[in-house]
């Protein structure tokens, strides 16, 4: 009988799992428990726990899935993972949104945190997942060998079921969880234990993503979908920077509106609540609010800040760096070159524009002692947190509810979770459940962004012109100190993962090599954003490679080849989308250019096709190509739907997507000054995925930083001149033609 999938799943409590699940229930505990993970209890056990795995009489096998689904599909792919080696029929399973827990389910591959970012879920959950759903089979076979009274290296299993092949006897997993007794202790499962990848039934194969067909059929539930009985509306206004507060507030006209409720003055700005959002909207509109002068930048000009950027990545203004990553003798190779080559590149900050707007809803108790939350978030564990923190309760005290999310790219991962505090106010002041919304104006106006970069790049070349030496100096604000201090002062030791991340070149036989950070502390609000810092550091870094090859008269691609001759699988996805482009044809009137990056592990390589129109300044990207090299490719339609998804991103980040402040104001509004893609900028965009039996690092923001070097490196294949600024704006790009953007 195939089941439908649980698309339902996130109505489901903890306890309606186990009340409906008359089977065998399998828990395991812990990121970092070893050596044993696995607790096991029978699911008639009155001692409620958190199920990993249920599988009922009726072979239903429900799976818990701790990632957050905002389209990137890993909330599939981790049950999946477990599956496989449980070996399921995957008709018979039954995905369930996992309650926060980071003992149960945190994250292994983010700091034991329930947390999806960083394209990490499956990188960070595959080989535990695999070891979990290999003991579980063994418990089956071993309660199977016990009833049958023979020896348990004689059966086998197929999809849901256990065979003696000897005898022809043949249970379904159904009927052994009808009689089968739980041990108390694991099973011990060595690697060899493991499916060999040639006996893969569900991995590397494609299956439907659970959520897909409820986007279709309009079922799907997101947080700003969510209706709770009595609710109110509630909005914010909020200052442009943080550190300010409401100094005064007139609000008679806002009180005047009909349907208002009240207006607040809360911690983060001024809150509003309604019978209605629209009133509420119109009540904000019609606020009178000065701010305290307490912001650090309250006349802060971003385009003026970003030539002292500049100027300190330069050198000419003397700054402390903090040192990011060194190898053989640093920037101390620079002395020994024999020729030395400089260039400078900036980016700009940038809006995550997640379609759906932030939102939230909250019923606090009448007592204050207990709340609901629903939300969409990357992270349980924080939403909770949060939620505790604000409101002075304990975390138990807190029942969240799961949705999907309309986006992420890491505006919905932020420590503070400033999305939900202004439900966590407002109904607590109403005392009844609040929805707050953000319009697509809040969003942006109190956006936090991918921070603004300044690089200086030295690259050092022997006598046969070999490059020997990179120094790269990065000038940009401090992300992690804004978005989440507790990792920053933690496990970051203060250096700035999110802002320095792609400075590194592993894969790059460079003999001497220099990234620091000169920390700029503008006081705007930064945060990750899809790439983090790879969409910056790599825009730099993959266009100055470009920039060395053609100075010495070197195809880029073949230097690249050279610089990875002792990376196979860096070399095998540079290679293969050299041969997918048709790297070396000239084309008429359009030029080619490649990137290459080593995300994490992942080797991926992208050639973009571009045209000019020389008299507007306007870039069409035509064509990309990317190779891939992720590992193990746990859904392979998946991961070409991310890399779609991955590279008209960076398009935005490369060509349109800026924002900009002005005497401490955002300037942009909405999507008509902030220019995404759309439909009519798509290029052909052609992947071709080079699975391996690495295990899986991550595919969902890799392709990200690949686009605006390419873009970059074949507008100077065209044209023989650099552009060196993010976005690749057409007045910029005249500029640049004409020899007048000081380059």
Same mark, same amino acid.
């Not at 109403?430 to 953000?438: G, M, Q, S, T």
């Not at 046969?464 to 790269?472: A, D, I, P, Y």
């Not at 983090?532 to 880029?556: L, Q, S």
């Not at 349109?656 to 000054?673: A, L």
């Given at each position: ?76 792919? #981790? ?137 279709? $059929? ?106 990011? $990553? ?25 809006? &995550? ?118 120094? &790269? ?31 590194? #070149? ?45 100075k010495h008269a070197v195809d880029p691609l073949e ?121 009519? $900028? ?8 080079l699975s391996t039996q690495n295990k899986p690092t ?46």
């Amino acid at each position: 009988m195939t089941r439908r999938m649980a698309l339902d799943h996130i109505a489901l409590s903890r306890r309606t799992v186990m009340i409906g699940a008359a089977g065998l229930t399998f828990g395991f505990v812990g990121h970092n428990r070893s050596p044993s993970i696995v607790s096991l209890a029978s699911a008639a056990s009155p001692v409620e726990m958190n199920p990993w795995v249920t599988i009922a009489q009726d072979g239903m096998i429900s799976i818990m899935s701790p990632s957050a689904e905002m389209g990137q599909g890993s909330k599939t792919s #981790l049950p999946l993972i477990l599956a496989e080696e449980l070996d399921a029929d995957w008709k018979d399973v039954r995905i369930v949104a996992a309650p926060p827990s980071d003992v149960l389910y945190g994250n292994p591959g983010f700091l034991g945190m329930m947390y999806t970012a960083g394209s990490t879920a499956v990188a960070g959950y595959y080989t535990q997942l695999r070891q979990f759903g290999a003991q579980v089979r063994r418990v089956l076979l071993d309660n199977v060998a016990q009833r049958w009274n023979v020896p348990v290296h004689e059966l086998t299993t197929g999809p849901s079921v256990v065979i003696h092949q000897k005898t022809g006897r043949s249970l379904s997993y159904g009927d052994v969880a009808k009689f089968a007794v739980v041990p108390s202790a694991a099973p011990k499962i060595i690697p060899d234990d493991l499916k060999q990848p040639d006996r893969f039934r569900l991995i590397g194969k494609d299956v439907m993503r659970f959520e897909l067909p409820s986007k279709i $059929d309009g079922s799907a539930r997101y947080s700003i979908d969510v209706q709770v009985a009595g609710m109110l509306y509630g909005t914010l206004l909020c200052p442009a920077l943080p550190d300010s507060r409401p100094e005064t507030i007139k609000d008679t006209a806002a009180r005047g509106i009909p349907g208002v409720i009240g207006v607040y003055n809360l911690p983060i700005g001024v809150g509003v609540v309604a019978e209605t959002s629209w009133a509420a909207f119109a009540a904000k509109d019609v606020l009178e609010v000065t701010w305290t002068k307490s912001a650090r930048a309250p006349s802060f000009d971003s385009e003026a800040a970003l030539n002292n950027y500049a100027a300190v990545a330069r050198g000419d203004v003397v700054q402390k760096a903090t040192l990011w $990553d060194t190898v053989g003798e640093g920037a101390d190779g620079i002395k020994a070159a024999a020729t030395v080559l400089k260039g400078e590149f900036r980016c700009d900050y940038a809006y &995550h524009a997640q379609m759906e707007p932030l939102n939230a809803v909250a019923a606090v108790s009448a007592d204050g002692k207990s709340v609901e939350i629903w939300c969409g978030t990357q992270s349980q564990t924080m939403a909770v947190t949060t939620a505790a923190t604000a409101l002075g309760i304990e975390k138990e005290n807190v029942k969240f509810n799961e949705t999907l999310l309309g986006g992420g790219f890491g505006r919905r991962g932020p420590r503070d979770q400033d999305f939900l505090l202004g439900a966590l106010f407002l109904s607590k002041q109403v005392k009844r459940p609040v929805k707050v919304l953000w319009t697509r104006e809040d969003d942006i106006r109190n956006g936090r962004f991918r921070p603004m970069s300044a690089h200086h790049i030295e690259a050092g070349f022997d006598a046969s012109s070999k490059l020997m030496s990179w120094h &790269h100096r990065v000038a940009t604000d401090n992300v992690g100190v804004f978005q989440d201090p507790v990792r920053y002062f933690g496990p970051w030791k203060e250096r700035d993962i999110i802002s320095l991340s792609g400075t590194e #070149l592993p894969t790059y036989a460079i003999r001497n090599r220099l990234a620091e950070h000169f920390a700029m502390h503008s006081g705007v609000r930064v945060s990750a954003l899809r790439g983090i810092g790879f969409t910056a550091n790599k825009f730099a870094t993959e266009a100055f490679i470009d920039e060395a090859a053609r100075k010495h008269a070197v195809d880029p691609l073949e230097f690249r080849r050279e610089l990875t001759k002792d990376a196979p699988r860096a070399r095998a996805v540079i290679e293969t989308v050299g041969k997918m482009s048709g790297w070396g044809q000239k084309r008429s009137n359009n030029a080619l250019g490649i990137a290459y990056i080593d995300y994490a592990g992942t080797q991926i390589a992208g050639v973009g096709e571009v045209s000019l129109d020389r008299a507007t300044g306007v870039i069409k990207l035509m064509k990309f190509w990317v190779a891939i090299d992720p590992g193990v490719a746990v859904q392979p339609n998946n991961i070409v739907a991310q890399i779609e998804g991955s590279v008209i991103y960076g398009m935005g980040l490369a060509l349109s997507e800026r924002i900009t402040i002005k005497d401490g104001e955002i300037e942009q509004s909405n999507f008509y000054d902030y220019t995404v893609m759309r439909m009519r $900028d798509m290029p052909d965009i052609q992947i071709k995925i080079l699975s391996t039996q690495n295990k899986p690092t991550g595919v969902g923001q890799m392709a990200t930083p690949l686009v605006a070097p390419a873009i970059s490196n074949a507008i100077a294949e065209l044209t023989g001149v650099r552009l060196r600024h993010t976005p690749m704006l057409p007045e910029r790009v005249l500029a640049s033609l004409k020899g007048n953007d000081g380059n």
